[in-house]
């Protein structure tokens, strides 16, 4: 019988487990540019849905941003092939976001291809004059920290209704630089990025009573249970 007693402990711990198990729903707002002029910043927005109510109680909100940074070059060589590398290049770009409810300030993302550990890749191929032409093609895949919203911030990520959305400004910009000499010629430098804002949300669901009973009446219906067995051991016997 003590057996029995054990069972239905285990069983009630498991009940509650289930019943208290919280979901994840992810959210991502994206925003790309045309190609950037440089030093002129292009601003745009970023909406992301907000928290549906009716999935259930929520319980925490993270919120980070990405950005993907393009970059390529192309140059003329009049003396042949030869490297195409620093500091003939250098892609200097960033990407801010404006700071989410409750972030506490902007999330920024600057990428400098002289500092990126991927580095450039070199493309060359000879043009119809027999001059060689090299395209330096860069990519840079870049993250913020991930931010805990504070609590008190969690109505400003509630939907009021359908479609409710967190809309946030955001400014991408581009500064490109070369070093040339007589026997090369830069074309043009372009600069593309590709900004994401991503938001967590953790929620307890709303479950039915039916189905899956809440943590409260879980409780209520073990420890009704475990108050029975002695009665129960008296009928077995």
Known sequence: MKRTGVVIAVLCLAALATAATADIVQQTGEARTPPLRPNIPWVQEIAVDKFDPAL?????????????????????????????????????????????????????????SQDAASGPSILGEPSGSGRLISRLIFHEYRRTPEICIDPTFFASYIAAGPGDKIVLPTTSIAINSFIADAARQLYFVT???????????????????????????????????????????????
């Open 56 to 112: 259930g109680e929520l319980l925490a909100v993270r919120v980070w941003a990405s950005a993907e940074i393009y970059g390529w070059a192309d140059v003329r060589e009049d003396s042949g092939p030869r490297l195409l590398g620093f500091p003939d290049v250098v892609v200097t770009a960033a990407v801010q976001v404006s700071a989410p409810p409750g972030a506490g300030s902007d999330l920024s993302i600057v990428v400098n």
């Open 191 to 237: 600069t593309i990025a590709n900004a994401q804002l991503h938001v967590d949300y953790e929620y307890q669901p709303r479950m039915s009573t039916v189905m899956i009973p809440e943590a409260g009446s879980a409780s209520l219906a073990c420890l009704g249970l475990i108050a029975g067995l002695p009665f129960f051991r008296r009928f077995l016997r």
